[in-house]
Structures are given as structure tokens and as C-alpha cells.
């Protein structure tokens, strides 16, 4: 066994070191554990055998927002400059306008960028993009050691402590399963990026700060441009850097102005072109419950909630982080509506969470003046975790777990130091060593939950069962089985199974117009025309006169009333059905057809006469509409044209008498 070697203390560019407490005696650390370049390879091997499972997942949940379903995306190399000239999200609605419902807007062009490039050499292979994703993160993780090791090099004066301390930290970040969701799920590059970039703008800087190496900034402030470019989320880093300056190399406010410039042009920079692109829109807070968790119903009508309740259910909402980061089970990917309910300060689990942010606040504070890590690593949760609280400005909704992938650094530095100041080296390496077993065996078991979106919404479900958003989810998954099943009596149990689900949906949450919409589509397939009626006329509302539920209406009408006038024989009905699913599509021949024959069987010749001719007209190679156009003829008395017209119906289609 190796004894590290006692390097002289450093000083800072102060001219005097940082302070710290004093620590209990020097660490006599295995040679293996500082071998830092050693250390970097097992970490990235390490996260790369932890996710190497997910390479064979397809793409699920929103990675069809910026990959498959996005019209820049899948335009490759030719779609780049919609990328950076539009909203994230607008290459997905394919609508001016719509990418507006996401509060705020968002431009996060890098990762979309790099999709594009993905998809012009491998198309719509997913391969390719989860191996990019789990690279991204296995490059991260090594990049965090990185800078825990440069951060904490002067730490007491004692390497393998702060060599040790690194090693713990990334050994949690590496094996937490909390990032399940941000490496499994391809869309989650975007917080890989950022946090990669946000790392790398610090690991630069500190070195300009060492070095004053005009190069170090420049090359700074560029990578912290790029993981503005990823996320927004990097914006906290412009307080973290000078941050991490203060606490680890006792920079003055003076030498911090001097050293942290480049990375604040950075972000002004993007700050700039973020707001020329998306017209300077910074938040919002639109009254739909799925991009707006902060409403209720009184009596007939949304309204937000009061300033009190607002805030219990932020606080619940970040207790709730703090539980997963300690102990993260059971996770889900959806945390919408209402997962988290409407909360007060009667609640004890509220009044928990506040006292427990309270606690760390004071401690963070406290650690100030002596520039402790753990008030650094505090520091470094409570600032990234701010700007996805809700308090700053609307999210669009209460959390997420990709929301603590970048807090989760402090949270796992925090707890890297408690352990070496707590414990004897050999003791805090095996506790560690042992938490990082059970959440790796936590991650291996959560990572094939996103092979697809019917794993992943089904077992999620059973933890978020009181969300709208899933349950839609679960019966839009069921609604596209039932669709596929050829067998009849299947075909129907599929339908009734997506129906409960949406009917679960939109007693949560009574506006939901994609439950609404689903519903509908549900009992048009089981022959129930008149709720499908019901559901589509709602929709209507909710979606202000959207086209496509216009379309479905119509048919819904016009099968409606085929089913009054051949199961009922209510022709009363049957036509009026029929006459407003015209007056809605009057492209649509068969209604014109369904018309003819409603007419022709209330003795109105003529008025059959005219509602063939408009089927004949929409669709002139239609055996079926040539032939009633000629029986329509005949029985008006024009034989020789209804004759006419019958030939040439069966020259088109021979069997067209049988079907009649």
C-alpha cells in the first residue's frame, strides 16, 4: 500500500489559502485510488456497462418530439437551420403558434442539431442515438471527477482526501438511478449536454484562473455558450463558477470580475439569440392544466392556485427531490396532474420539506465564510435546482427526475464529504461502495422499463396513477393495439380497456382535450355514435375548432346516421345526422350517398337524385355510387340513363350487382 505524497499547500490568487475545518488526520489512501487516470477509465466503463442495456431500446416518450415526428430533424442536414432559426418544439407542432402552450418557449438547438446529423447518416435507427446518449454520460461522469479532483486539489492540504472525496462523489453520480430517465430516454441529451458543457466552462476557467492563459477563457466562454445551447439549465453556472472560485481558490470579487467575463459573455450572448428568436417570451402561464399544474376548479371555472397553495406545493414538490436523491424508489416518469395534489402549510409533509431547505439554507450560509465543501455542494443543489423549481418561473410542470440531474451533483458532493469527515477512509469507501451497489442494481433493473412506451407507460402507471397525462397515455397506447387487432371479439376488449383509461384521465382532469379526443375515438369503435357525438363536440371547444377533430365529428355524424336509418329506421334522425356531417365535410361522398338513399327511401326521387350525383361527382370511379345514380334515374323515369349509368358501373367493378 502506497502512502500519498504530502504536497505543499497551493495559494490561491488572493495570496492566501482556502479555509477550511480542521480535519481529523491525513488519509493514507491506496495507491489504485489515486491513480486519477485509472479512476477516469473505471468510471466510464463503469457508466457505460450500467446503460449499456438500453441500446437495444426503441424510441419512447419525447423523443419523438425532437427526433421521429420532428420535420427538422428528419430532414437531416438540410433541416439545421430551421433548428436554430425556430423554437425547439416547433419542428414537432409543425404550427406557428403552437410551440408557445410549453410555458415559456424553448431553444435547445445543440442536441437537436446533433440529431439531425444522426438522422442524415442513420436514419431512424435508435441504435445509434442511445449510444451517443450513454457516451455522453459516461463522458460526463468522467469530466465530473475531473473537476472534483481540480476543485479540491488544495483542500487541506491533503490530496487523497480530496482525491478520495472525488471519487465518492462521482461514484454516486455515476450509479444513481435518478438519471434512468435522462440516459435511457434518447430526448435526455439535452440535460447530458448541458451539464457536460456547464462542467467544462468550470474546469476552464479554473484553469484560466491558475494559469491566466488567454486561451483557457476564450475556450470557456464557448463551451458555456454551447450548454446554454443545449439547456437552459446552464444559466445557474454563471453563479456556480465564481462560486466554486470563492470556496476553492478564495478569488476576490475583483478577481472573480477578472476571470468569470468569458462565460458571462457567453450566456449574454445566448441570452441575445434566444430572445430574437423566440421574441423575448421568458415564461407564462397558460390556463391548461397539463402546461400549468398550478390550477383548480371553482365552481364551472380554471383558476390559479392561491399564492399560499402555490407555494406549499413547490416546497412539497422539492422535499419530494430531496426524498429521491436519498432514496430513489419507486421512480416514474410522469409527475403531472395530479400526482402531486393541491397542497397547504397544514401539511406536515410540507412543513417538513420547508424546515428541511430552511436547515439547508442556514448551513450553506454558515459554510461561507470558511469555504467548506459541503456548503459548496449545498450551494451547488439549491442554485440548480432553482431554476426548475417553479419559483423562479413556470416549468410547465411539477417535476421531473431529468430535472435532478444536474443537482444532483451537489447533492452526491455533499454527500461524499459527510462521509470522509464522518468516517475513517476505509470505513466511508465501504459505505460507499455499498450504496453504489444497491443503485446500480436499482438502475439495471429501471433501465428496461423505457424499451417502449407501453412498458413505460404501464409500469409507471401503478406509481402515477393519479395522473391525467399517463392514464391518457395508457389508453392511447391501448386505442392504437385495438386498431391493429384483426381479431373482432380482441379488437373490442382493447377499445373498452383505452375507454376506462381515458375515462380515468378526464375525471382528473375534466378539460383534457387529448382524453376528450381518445374517448371519442373509443366509442365511435364501439358503435356508441351518440357519446362519440358528445366527446367530439367537446373537443371541438377545447381545441378552438381544431380541423382533424372537425373531420372525425363528421364522420362520427354520418355513422350515426347510417346506424338511425338501417338499425333503427329512424330516417328523421338518420338525416338530420347526415345534413350536419355535410355541412361540416362536403368532401365526402359517402355521406352524399348515405343521403341519396335516405331520400330515395322516403319516396323523394328527386332528392335522391341530387345527393347520388354529388356522391358521383366526388368519387366518378365509384362502381357503387354509379350504379344507385342509375337506379336513381330509373325510378325517376330517365331508364336509358339509369341504364346507362348501371353498365358502366359494372364495366368498373363486375361484382357491384352482389352488393347490391
Known amino acids: ?74 430532414q437531416g442536414i438540410q433541416g439545421i437551420p430551421g433548428i436554430l432559426s425556430k423554437d425547439t418544439f416547433f419542428g414537432f407542432f409543425k404550427v406557428e403558434g403552437k410551440e408557445t402552450l410549453v410555458s415559456g ?15 442524415e447518416i442513420f436514419g431512424a435507427q435508435p441504435v445509434a442515438y442511445h449510444i451517443l446518449t450513454v457516451v455522453l454520460f459516461a463522458v460526463t461522469c468522467v469530466l465530473l471527477y475531473a473537476v472534483l479532483s481540480l476543485l479540491l486539489r488544495n483542500w487541506q492540504g491533503d490530496r487523497a482526501q480530496a482525491l478520495l472525496v472525488a471519487w465518492i462523489a462521482a461514484l454516486l453520480f455515476v450509479v444513481h438511478p435518478i438519471h434512468t430517465e435522462v440516459v435511457a430516454n434518447i430526448k435526455g441529451c439535452d440535460e447530458i449536454a448541458a451539464l457536460l458543457g456547464s462542467l467544462g466552462a468550470l474546469w476552464l476557467t479554473v484553469r484560466y484562473a491558475e494559469t491566466r492563459h488567454f486561451a483557457w477563457a476564450i475556450l470557456a466562454g464557448l463551451v458555456f455558450f454551447l450548454a446554454c445551447l443545449s439547456k437552459e439549465n446552464s444559466a445557474t453556472f454563471i453563479a456556480v463558477i465564481p462560486l466554486a472560485l470563492w470556496y ?13 467575463w468569458p462565460i458571462w459573455i457567453g450566456f449574454i450572448v445566448f441570452f441575445i439569440i434566444r430572445g430574437a428568436i423566440l421574441n423575448w417570451k421568458f415564461g407564462g402561464t397558460p390556463l391548461e392544466l397539463m402546461n400549468n399544474p398550478f390550477l383548480k376548479i371553482e365552481g364551472d371555472r380554471w383558476v390559479p392556485f392561491s399564492p399560499t397553495e402555490k407555494l406549499a406545493t413547490i416546497l412539497y414538490t422539492l422535499g419530494k427531490y430531496i426524498q429521491l436523491l436519498v432514496w430513489p424508489h419507486p421512480l416514474t416518469h ?45 450551494w451547488f443543489y439549491l442554485l440548480t435546482i432553482s431554476i426548475v423549481s417553479n419559483l423562479i418561473f413556470p416549468i410547465g410542470t411539477n417535476m ?23 468516517l475513517n477512509w476505509k470505513a466511508a469507501i465501504g459505505i460507499s461502495v455499498g450504496i453504489a451497489a444497491v443503485f446500480a442494481a436499482l438502475t439495471l433493473l429501471r433501465n428496461p422499463v423505457w424499451e417502449s412506451n407501453e412498458r413505460l407507460f404501464f409500469t409507471d402507471l401503478e406509481t402515477s396513477a393519479n395522473s391525467a397525462k399517463i392514464n391518457n397515455a395508457c389508453s392511447g397506447v391501448l386505442f392504437e393495439k385495438a386498431q391493429a387487432e384483426k381479431d373482432s371479439l380482441q379488437r373490442e376488449h382493447l377499445f373498452r380497456q383505452a375507454l376506462a383509461y381515458a375515462n380515468r384521465a378526464i375525471s382528473i382532469y375534466p378539460n383534457y382535450k387529448d382524453a376528450v379526443i381518445t374517448r371519442a375515438g373509443c366509442r365511435f369503435y364501439l358503435k356508441d355514435y351518440e357519446g362519440a357525438i358528445a366527446d367530439y363536440r367537446l373537443a371541438l371547444v377545447l381545441s378552438n375548432n381544431d380541423g382533424r ?36 365535410n362536403s368532401n365526402d361522398a359517402e355521406t352524399a350517398r348515405l343521403l341519396g338513399v335516405a331520400y330515395g327511401v322516403q319516396g323523394k326521387t328527386q332528392e335522391a337524385l341530387q345527393w347520388f350525383q354529388k356522391a358521383v361527382e366526388l368519387s366518378p370511379n365509384n362502381a357503387s355510387y354509379l350504379f344507385d345514380l342509375g337506379t336513381a334515374y330509373y325510378l325517376a323515369g330517365d331508364r336509358a340513363k339509369g341504364e346507362e349509368l348501371r353498365r358502366r358501373a359494372i364495366q368498373l367493378d363486375s361484382t357491384v350487382l352482389r352488393q347490391k
Open 1 to 74: 500500500m502506497a502512502k500519498p505524497t504530502r504536497k505543499p499547500t497551493v495559494r490561491s490568487a488572493t495570496g492566501s489559502p482556502p479555509k477550511a475545518a480542521p480535519v481529523k488526520k491525513e488519509i493514507l489512501l491506496p495507491a489504485f485510488f489515486q491513480n486519477e487516470a485509472l479512476q477516469k477509465l473505471l468510471f466510464f466503463a463503469l457508466a457505460v456497462l450500467l446503460y449499456a442495456n438500453t441500446l437495444t431500446h426503441g424510441f419512447v416518450q419525447d423523443d419523438a418530439i425532437v427526433i421521429t415526428d420532428n420535420m427538422f430533424t428528419t
Open 334 to 378: 410522469d409527475y403531472y396532474p395530479r400526482f402531486i395534489g393541491i397542497k397547504t402549510f397544514r401539511d406536515v409533509a410540507v412543513l417538513g420539506s420547508s424546515l428541511l431547505y430552511l436547515l439547508l439554507v442556514v448551513w450553506a450560509i454558515r459554510g461561507l465564510p470558511r469555504r467548506e465543501p459541503l456548503s459548496f455542494g449545498i
Open 105 to 119: 418557449g424553448r431553444y435547445r438547438p445543440l442536441t437537436l442539431v446533433i440529431f439531425a446529423l444522426l438522422y
Open 248 to 260: 476553492f481558490r478564495g478569488l476576490k470579487p475583483g478577481a472573480l470580475v477578472r476571470v468569470c
Open 400 to 422: 421531473g427526475e431529468r430535472f435532478a440531474f444536474m443537482p444532483s451533483v451537489g447533492f452526491c458532493l455533499a454527500a461524499a464529504v459527510g462521509l470522509v469527515r464522518l
Open 549 to 584: 377533430v372537425q373531420t372525425n365529428l363528421a364522420l362520427a355524424l354520418r355513422e350515426a346516421g347510417r346506424y338511425y336509418g338501417e338499425k333503427r329506421g329512424d330516417l328523421a334522425k338518420a338525416i338530420e345526422s347526415l345534413r350536419e356531417s355535410w355541412r361540416i
